[in-house]
């Protein structure tokens, strides 16, 4: 079972979190007095990370880092800094760019507030590749408006204008930005001792925790990209503000690479590739966030279904199936409803009972389990169950299948002693990996391991099992001797997990399977087995689900892919095309035989020449084009155009012969279309 999706500014790729910083709105300097603090550690012999930077002689550095924390160039160190704790942050390192990305975010605001002064900035982050600013404007910004915006962008940068860092109290804050509530709201969350810090670029003034680049020359290479409406805090019973998004990067060529990497993302898009694959649509009005499945995309749908339950059969699982509608008290037992209310469709039946469309499926498979006595004979029990579930998420971070609000996830949920668990771990792991991930196409050098630790909003009081469940977690992957990093805060609030992402072939990096690691619901839920001992013990509990949401796996392996369905689950294997009338007879016998040995076929014998329906049909992703004309009717054979082959000559073959190969290929489950 997966926790509920992040809210994601990044529509392609997997949510992306946001830096905590306070960032804000550029407010001219209002006429108050302050006394701004400048932040010199107690000892006077310090060096300012620019004359660390000097003596050093590091190129490109942007900021510096004292035992973690990320600061300005113009922070003064103590002289008695160690090496170990000091480092230098370069524009091209992770850090640096997101600083670079942090700071657009400012020069951007500060242009808009040039051309359009009467604009209220809201919050203004980083993001994975680039940057955002939600601003309060009567106007409607479009993409028409970008020109003039970046203009004014460039003008700053041309002006060398210095980021520099102040310290207010909060009193002298409320009073510096009380002309923005979005500010105000901000601030009035801090306490009443904090020292706020802010910063200035030329008049435009921000509320802001940095660090930031020394200049605007450091920001050369951006580019606005798009915009999109926001609610304020994601709440929509607050005000929709404009979300105006940008990418920034430490050279020309980055930033040109990025463009040439948007284009190949643009290409592979699933939603283009459903539609002219004929496998689903969308209907925003009538079912936001849920897809309509054409009889194509439900063959790959099913087919996909039908090959998981096969391999949890062989792995010793059995299925069942809970109800869709149940009492919101299960998630109110379980948590999940206090950690992800927002996220769930409920309400009150006419005899004042409280329900909700479940959000998740444990709690019902938990019901199965709790049904009947259990004995330590009859662990461990393996349910896997093909659940639809329904989760509330924004409008506006709706993107086909790779956020929905309806999806089904292939879960499973595994109850076993303590001494069976690290062999149960090892299975899934072993199944995700050598009998799905690697017969689809997923090479181990592509998939990537996370251990996501306990997260600040856990339940509580239980660091005991906590660490013990980490622990369980990290033994296995050190006994299998496979690579992992660590996610500290980043599991379940019932506990750690093992995140299972993929690499595809432009790079992006999307998370897929999960194994959840759980001793809190059984307890929770008073779920029991009697043991050897004759006495009551508490099972543990183990989460998996190999893609996680199947909508969202299908979306992200057609861009993975481009659409090019093994054959073994692809929709059409072949289209037969006639040259001419003439040829249609036989092009029909010929239909009739790849049919009756058990081929997906199409036939076109419209009156369209060759190359308009190779055309068609090639944009469509159909693995095999036979084109039939006299000379192949009287050898009985085809014509073959193999999509995705680099050869413009097609390939002549008898009819049995293509057929034999197309059935071993289905057979061995073969991932590419070569005869």
Known sequence: MNKPQKKSTNMKNKPVSMKKVIISKPQKASPIKTEVKKITPSNPSSSSGFDLVKKSNAKDIIAISIDGSLKDLSFLVPSDISDES??????????????????????????????????????????????????????????????????????????????????????????????????????????????????????????????????????????????????????????????????????????????????????????????????????????????????????????LVGWLRDIKFRNGYVEGHTPRVMNRVLWETSGHWAHYGEHNYGG??????????????????????????????????????????????????????????????????????????????????????K?????????????????????????????????????????????????????????????????????????????????????NLPERFNMTYVGSDGKKHTPCMLHAACFGSLDRFLGMYIETIEGKFPLWFNPVHACIINVNSESSPFCEKVYQKLKEAGLRVKID????????KVAIYSQARIPYLLTIGKNEEKTNSVSIKIFGSSSSSPIVMKIDEFIKKVQAKIDKKDIDFNL
């Open 435 to 519: 009998q799905v991930y690697n017969v689809i196409g997923f090479k181990d050098e592509n998939i990537r391991i996370v251990l996501s630790l306990r997260p600040e909003n856990r339940i509580p009081n239980r660091e005991h099992i906590w660490d013990a469940s980490e622990k369980y977690l990290e033994n296995v992957l050190q006994k299998k001797q496979l690579k992992y990093t660590l996610a500290p805060g980043e599991g379940a609030f019932y506990g750690p997990k093992l995140e299972y992402s993929f690499k595809d072939a432009v790079g992006r990096w999307w998370q897929i399977g999960t194994i959840q690691l759980d001793m």
């Open 348 to 433: 009150k039946t006419q005899d004042q009972m409280q329900f909700a469309v479940k959000p998740m499926n444990c709690p019902g498979g938990i019901l199965i389990y709790n049904s009947s006595p259990k004995s330590y004979r009859d662990l461990p029990i393996r349910l896997a169950e093909f659940g639809e579930v329904n989760r509330f998420e924004a409008s506006g971070s709706l993107n086909g299948l790779l956020r929905c609000r309806e999806f089904t996830q292939d879960d499973a949920h595994v109850w076993c002693t303590e001494e069976q668990l690290e062999a149960e771990i090892i299975n899934m792991h072993d199944m995700f990996y």
């Open 86 to 303: 000091l480092k230098f942050i370069s524009k091209s390192s992770i850090e640096g760019l997101d600083i670079i990305r942090h700071s657009s975010a400012h020069l951007m605001a500060a242009a808009i507030e040039k051309i359009y002064p009467e604009t209220k900035f809201a919050i203004g982050p980083s993001i994975e590749n680039g940057f955002y600013y939600d601003i309060d404007l009567d106007k409607k910004i479009s993409e028409f408006d970008f020109g003039k915006i970046e203009e004014e962008m460039k003008k700053l940068v041309d002006a060398d204008v210095k980021f520099i860092k102040k310290i207010i109290s909060k009193k002298q804050a409320l009073t510096l930005f009380k002309k923005n509530p979005y500010k105000i709201d901000i601030i009035q969350n801090l306490p009443s001792d904090a020292e706020i810090s802010i910063y200035e670029i030329g008049n435009y003034i921000d509320l802001c925790c940095g660090p930031h680049v020394p200049s605007t020359r450091y920001l050369k290479y951006f580019k606005l990209t798009k915009v999109s409406g926001a609610y304020w805090k994601g709440d929509q019973k607050n005000k929709q503000l404009q979300r105006i998004y940008g990418t920034a990067w430490d050279s020309k060529a980055a930033l040109d690479n990025w463009f040439v990497f948007l284009q190949e993302c643009e290409k592979r898009d699933h939603k283009k590739i459903c539609k002219v694959m004929d496998l689903c649509h969308w209907e925003p009005e009538y079912a936001p966030g849920a897809a309509f499945w054409h009889p194509n995309g439900w063959f790959v749908w099913q087919s």
């Open 605 to 612: 014998l419209e009156n369209k020449t060759v190359q308009q």
